[in-house]
C-alpha cells in the first residue's frame, strides 16, 4: 500500500502525518512534477536464537515442527487519509502468526532466519492494562511458551541512519510506514535471556520528471 507524497524531509509525525509534505490537491499544470512513493505498512521481523549448551531449545524438532511466532493484540485493518497521509487503525484488536522463513536456519540450528509480517503502522500501547499492549508469543515446538506482553519494552538497538521517526536506545513505542523492525530474541530454558531490536528502511521508489495533464 502505498501513497504519493510531494516534497523533502518526509517525516510520519503522530499528530500530522505528512501534512507538512503533502498538498491537498495539485492545479492544474504544465510543469513537470517530480513524485515519490513511499511504503504506507510497516514491517516486522522476528529471529529466533539459542544456545548450544544445556540451557538450549528446541526451534525445530525431528519431525521439522517449527517454533511459532504470534503477534497479539494488535490493529490488522488500517485508512490512509488522503488528505495528510496519516495512517489510523480500524475494527478491533487480533493475533496473527507470522510467516515461517522458508529456510528455516541461517548458518547453524541456534539461529532462524526471518520470521515476516506486515502490519499496519500503529502504537504499541494504547494504555496500561495487558490487553492494551502489542505483544508477541513464541511457542516452541515441545509446547515451551515465551511471552513480550509489551513491545514498548524493547529499546533500538540500531537505527539506518534514513529513519528520523526513531533514536537508539530509546524505547520502541510505535511502528512507523515504511520502517523494518527486526527483533532477535535469545531463547533458554529459563526464559528470554536477550532482545535486540533494529529498524532499517525499506527502498524508496523514485520517478523521474513526467509531464502529466489534469482534464
Known amino acids: 500500500m502505498t501513497t504519493t507524497l510531494i516534497g523533502a524531509n518526509l517525516k510520519y509525525a503522530t499528530d500530522k502525518g505528512y501534512a507538512s509534505s ?12 517530480k513524485i ?19 540451557d538450549k531449545v528446541v526451534l525445530k524438532d525431528a519431525s521439522d515442527n517449527t517454533a511459532t511466532v504470534k503477534l497479539v493484540r494488535y490493529f490488522s485493518n488500517g485508512k490512509v487519509l488522503l488528505g495528510n497521509g496519516q495512517v489510523q487503525t480500524t475494527g478491533t484488536t487480533t493475533s496473527n502468526n507470522f510467516k515461517v522463513p522458508s529456510t528455516y536456519f541461517t548458518t547453524d540450528n541456534e539461529v532462524t532466519d526471518k520470521y515476516f ?18 505483544g508477541i508469543e513464541i511457542t516452541t515446538p515441545d509446547g515451551n511458551v515465551y511471552k513480550v506482553n509489551d513491545l514498548t519494552s524493547i529499546e533500538a538497538s540500531s537505527v539506518d541512519a534514513s529513519q528520523k521517526d526513531q533514536i537508539t536506545n530509546e524505547a520502541i513505542t510505535r511502528w512507523f510506514p515504511g ?7 535469545y531463547l533458554s530454558k529459563t526464559g528470554i535471556k536477550d532482545i535486540t531490536a533494529t529498524i532499517t528502511n525499506w527502498i524508496e521508489v523514485t520517478t523521474p520528471d513526467t509531464p502529466i495533464q489534469i482534464e
Open 117 to 134: 509480517y506486515n502490519v499496519v503502522p500503529q502504537a504499541l500501547s494504547r494504555g496500561s492494562a495487558v490487553n492494551e499492549h502489542v
Open 179 to 185: 520502517h523494518i523492525y527486526t527483533y532477535s530474541f
Open 22 to 33: 503533502i498538498y491537498w490537491a495539485i492545479g492544474a499544470t504544465k510543469d513537470r512534477i
Open 36 to 54: 515519490t512513493e513511499m511504503h504506507m505498512m510497516a514491517q516486522v521481523n522476528v529471529i529466533l536464537k539459542t544456545g548450544t549448551g544445556s
